[in-house]
């Protein structure tokens, strides 16, 4: 399947339903040797002898069972063909029908095929990401940095009073720090946990390994996170995060992180420490000095008793594709 590693396939099959576990068996069912460095695999599957239509292709792990990854494809010719990819062991397929085929159909022939790769996208913004000297306290007024170089407003008609943003990014070699001043007309503070995107927040996209590519993206790759912080609507009081995208940590909060947030005339000021090393875990990484970077806003404005709400990103038009990020090269 990969590279012509050996994986294992077990399979149930209907006219509607394909049910599949793949799994490396050097490592599964419970291998007495020694787990590889790197258990995961990726591939593509194929099933012939498909009714016309679209079908839904899913992703699942198998520790949690939280579905990874959902997408419809039109079986061509009677043929349907899929890539998937795991950073685990194993993996668990589903494709279903997902229109009403004729009575009487046949059962759809299982085959795994070669990986092909997609064609590489385009280059990346790069992005210098200067050491500091000393720690900076993290306290929301930004005193420590003087100068905010990178502005993003909006192209769609907002103008920048109504929701833009001003950043900079530096480290100290253990620690990323952000800082951010948005300028937002209405903050608005209703959601907390998995919901502060419904709110004013700001996102940071960090692929702490920098080691996303086709298959290891998110949200399969455990370098790579979204962390969403949203200001507090007082000086000095607590900025809310959360882990929204990561393959084992979605949803939870991660006390190594720290933030904090000023009220300003015109939006808010926000900065960040990130801990590198936690984000990185115990990954043995090809340079220590590149990670892979975004920013992105949430503005929520009210309407009434309704709220509207845009999103406004620094690099690239899909905010989950690790790849479309800047890479960062730390000094």
């Known amino acids: 399947v990969d590279g012509g590693r050996m994986v294992n396939v077990l399979a149930l099959a209907s006219p509607e339903t394909v049910l599949i576990w793949a799994y490396n068996p050097a490592v599964l069912p419970w291998s007495d040797g020694p787990v590889p460095a790197a258990p995961g695999f990726k591939g593509a599957l194929q099933l012939r002898g498909c009714s016309a239509g679209n ?8 520790a949690s069972g939280a579905r990874l990854s959902a997408q419809a494809i039109p079986a ?45 996208a385009g280059p990346r913004a790069q992005m210098v990401i200067p050491r500091l000297m000393s720690r900076v306290l993290v306290d929301g007024r930004l005193n420590e940095w003087p100068d905010l170089p990178t502005t993003v407003s909006p192209a769609d008609g907002r103008t920048p009073e109504d929701n833009s943003f001003a950043f900079t ?10 800082a951010v001043r948005v300028t937002d007309d209405h903050v608005v503070r209703r959601n907390a946990g998995k919901d502060l995107w419904k709110d004013d ?21 455990p370098g790579c996170y979204q962390i969403n912080l949203a200001p507090s609507l007082t000086d000095g009081g607590p900025v809310d995060h959360i882990i929204y995208r990561h393959p084992s940590l979605n949803e939870q909060r991660l006390s190594a992180i720290e933030a904090a947030s000023q009220t300003t005339a015109t939006g808010y000021t926000l900065e960040a420490r990130v801990p590198l090393p936690v984000l990185r875990g115990e990954a043995t990484l090809k340079d220590s000095n590149r990670i892979g970077f975004n920013i992105s806003t949430c503005d929520a404005d009210p309407e009434g008793q309704e709220t509207s709400w845009k999103h406004l990103l620094w690099q690239g038009k899909e905010e989950w594709d690790a790849t479309q990020w800047a890479e960062g090269r730390l000094e």
């Not at 079908?55 to 198998?62: L, M, P, Y």
């Not at 494709?95 to 092909?116: F, H, I, K, N």
């Not at 927040?201 to 998110?218: H, K, P, Q």
Request: aromatic share 10%; proline share 8%; hydrophobic share 40%.
């Open 55 to 62: 079908w839904g292709a899913e992703q699942w792990e198998t």
């Open 76 to 120: 061509m010719e009677g043929t349907l063909t899929f890539q998937f990819q795991t950073v685990s062991p194993d993996i668990a397929l589903k494709v279903v029908r997902l229109e009403q085929g004729p009575a009487g159909e046949a059962t759809p022939e299982l085959v795994l095929l070669p990986w092909d790769p997609a064609p590489a």
């Open 169 to 178: 990014v530096a480290h100290d070699a253990e620690n990323l720090y952000v």
């Open 201 to 221: 927040c700001v996102e940071l996209w960090i692929d702490s390994r920098n080691s996303a590519g086709y298959f290891s993206n998110m949200p399969n790759d």
